[in-house]
């Protein structure tokens, strides 16, 4: 099968599966020594061992005695003269990590064929440190073996429908199928866990533009958009580190395969579908050379205008080893081995700058540095929108509307009724639509020209008349009753309360045309307010204020107009924020324009 034979050969894969690991290890509180105590335990099968193997932790499959003599055995004797797992602190959890994958490796090289049992190694050892923790918490061999198989992934899978998908298009539906139920699960009892990796995440992000006096703003916005993202514990998938390449391009560090995970949600760009629903296996490599055309890259396989048979069939034989041998760095011909060799030949980038040897054979491990040039990431950015713009530009030609006016043109064709809608062309041009006036000279649309008045029954109460007396009988409540004198003091307090409405501008629904309306020289952040009611409050004109209640906020300036005490007006629709969405008028949908405020003081 090409997954397994592929995967179980990449470094990069297996760095991947490890990190993912120490993730989900973290989610169910256990601890590094409870994992040191693991590999101890496994490695010599002892009691631990013995009882869990019973019990069923490590699922159908074990390792032979011959792994874990020829591999684990060495490493575990290794780190211990090394003293590698006495480090403490976070920095030495990540070298513990490190050295113990670099160790798995260096001994599994040597045989190849067991490579292919490296993942049951990996998630054995995990198991292993799970069911230590749960012994030591209280559980039971049967539940400490069930919680160690199941918080990891177990690729003994019995779905038929899965297997065949995986054996055939969808070679990365396996994982997907066993890690979502792991995050649902996480997610739901023990949210705190998000909490930490998002606030760690957003520690050393924020550390490192401490350090480097970078722009994160500007910086993110310049990558592709696939890196733009987060992942779904909330983190950024691309990591900056705290410190620049040689050129003084930031780097960041992809961590998008280190989550759990992490490509439920993963959309590639132009892609419409997740990472783990992108089609692959034997099939897809058949129609890619059906179809002349990479998945991965885009490109055509060979080129059949320009060259001869020979030249297309070394093509297609140069993506078939590419597509069935692994990706890694001692693999002849691989992507990492091409990397690598480019950087020692001393390959240089669009700029002339030559490729870093240690960011392409860390990228080989599965530790994936990128050093990222801002501005030439913005030109690329800038190219591909002038490659977009003249792509519509050539369609709007072939509609023949590639200008607004042209564009009205084909609406007063397309629909009679807009008549008159293409002679639009300068500022304050006006039309409407059936003339200057609806039914001129007495012409109305009826059989016989005549008008017709129909009564219409009022509902007894609207929901916005309801909404009204409601809110005026809290409003009696809470005040009970006071003279108009006592009402009147009341206006003196810094969170007075008044009953705005919006109106309209220089403006057509939305479409502002002047930020000061002409007929009162009001700008667009006025509140329009009584001379006495801003004097009991010790308010002058354009003093800045705000309008609070339940549902929002509205800041603006004092504009004074001979409007009725104890009533505001603000400008449609920047005071949407204060007004409420879900009264309406029953009969005619017309939504309240009119609401309750406290009016506050802004220093």
Same mark, same amino acid.
Request: charged letters at 25%; proline letters at 3%.
């Given at each position: 099968m090409i997954p397994t034979h592929n995967t179980a050969r990449s470094p990069v894969v297996h760095m991947n599966n490890v990190i993912s690991n120490f993730v989900l290890m973290d989610m169910i509180d256990v601890r590094m020594q409870d994992f040191v105590g693991g590999i101890r335990s496994f490695v010599k099968g002892d009691a631990h061992?013995? #009882?869990?193997? &019973?019990?069923?932790a490590f699922g159908a499959d074990m390792m032979t005695q011959e792994i874990r003599d020829q591999v684990l055995k060495p490493i575990l004797e290794e780190l211990e003269r090394n003293n590698t797992f006495q480090q403490g602190g976070r920095l030495g959890m990540l %070298?513990?990590?490190?050295?113990?994958?670099?160790?798995?490796?260096?001994?599994?090289?040597?045989?190849?064929?067991?490579?292919?049992?490296?993942?049951?190694?990996?998630?054995?050892?995990?198991?292993m440190a799970s069911y230590i923790r749960r012994r030591e918490l209280g559980d039971d061999p049967k539940q400490a073996a069930q919680v160690a198989r199941e918080q990891f992934i177990d690729y003994d899978i019995r779905a038929p429908?899965?297997?065949?998908?995986? *054996?055939?298009?969808?070679?990365?539906i396996s994982y997907t199928y066993r890690a /979502?139920?792991?995050?649902?699960? /996480?997610?739901?009892?023990?949210?705190?866990?998000? %909490? &930490?990796?998002?606030?760690?995440?957003?520690?050393? *992000?924020?550390?490192?533009y401490s350090l480097t006096g970078g722009d994160e703003d500007r910086e993110r916005k310049s990558l592709r958009d696939r890196e733009q993202g987060k992942t779904w514990l909330g983190t950024p998938q691309m990591l900056r580190m705290p410190v620049n390449d040689r050129h003084g391009n930031p780097i960041f560090l992809d961590v998008r395969r280190w989550v759990p995970a992490g490509d439920i949600f993963d959309m590639g760009d132009g892609d419409v579908l997740p990472a783990w629903l992108n089609l692959g296996g034997p099939l897809m490599i058949g129609a890619e050379l059906f179809l002349n055309r990479s998945a991965f890259? %885009?490109?055509?396989?060979?080129? *059949?205008?320009?060259?001869?048979?020979?030249?297309?069939?070394?093509n297609d034989i140069d993506h078939l080893y590419k597509s069935w041998m692994p990706s890694a760095a001692w693999v002849p011909g691989s992507w990492y081995w091409e990397r690598i060799a480019?950087?020692?030949?001393?390959?240089?980038?669009?700029? %002339?700058?030559?490729?870093?040897?240690?960011?392409?054979?860390?990228?080989?491990?599965?530790? &994936?540095?990128?050093?990222?040039?801002? #501005?030439?990431?913005?030109?690329?950015?800038? /190219? #591909?929108?002038?490659?977009v713009e003249r792509a519509l530009r050539e369609r709007a030609q072939q509609l023949g509307c590639e200008t607004g006016g042209a564009m009205r043109q084909e609406i007063a064709r397309v629909v009679p009724f807009y008549d008159g809608f293409q002679h639009l062309s300068q500022t304050g041009d006006a039309f409407q639509y059936g003339g200057p006036h609806l039914c001129a000279d007495w012409n109305f649309p009826t059989p016989d020209g005549k008008a017709y008045f129909r009564a219409v029954p009022l509902p007894a109460e609207t929901v916005v008349s309801r909404h009204r007396r409601e809110a005026a009988q809290t409003?009696?409540?809470e005040r009970g009753v006071r003279s108009a004198e006592q009402e009147s003091q009341s206006l003196l307090t810094s969170a007075a309360t008044f009953v705005v409405s919006t109106r309209r501008g220089k403006q057509f629904n939305t479409l502002i045309y002047a930020e000061i309306d002409p007929l009162n020289g009001a700008a667009r952040d006025a509140v329009l307010m009584n001379p006495d009611d801003a004097a009991g409050l010790h308010l002058v004109n354009r003093d800045r204020i705000a309008l609070t209640n339940d549902l929002g906020r509205f800041e603006g300036r004092v504009f004074l107009a001979p409007i009725a005490r104890g009533n505001l007006q603000i400008h449609w629709p920047e005071g949407n924020a204060i007004i409420r969405r879900d009264v309406v008028d029953a009969a005619g949908g017309v939504p309240d324009y009119n609401a309750r405020v406290r009016v506050e003081t802004i220093p």
């Open positions: 061992y013995q #009882e869990a193997l &019973k019990h069923g %070298g513990q990590v490190s050295k113990f994958t670099e160790l798995l490796w260096s001994k599994l090289k040597a045989l190849d064929q067991k490579m292919v049992d490296l993942y049951r190694v990996e998630d054995e050892l995990f198991r429908w899965i297997n065949t998908a995986r *054996n055939t298009v969808l070679p990365f /979502a139920p792991l995050v649902a699960r /996480a997610v739901a009892t023990r949210p705190w866990k998000l %909490g &930490k990796y998002f606030l760690l995440a957003y520690a050393l *992000n924020a550390l490192a890259t %885009g490109q055509e396989i060979r080129n *059949n205008r320009s060259q001869d048979w020979w030249q297309r069939r070394g480019t950087a020692m030949r001393g390959g240089t980038d669009r700029q %002339g700058r030559p490729y870093d040897i240690g960011t392409a054979a860390a990228s080989s491990v599965g530790i &994936k540095l990128k050093p990222h040039d801002v #501005e030439d990431a913005r030109a690329m950015q800038g /190219a #591909e929108f002038q490659r409003s009696s409540a």
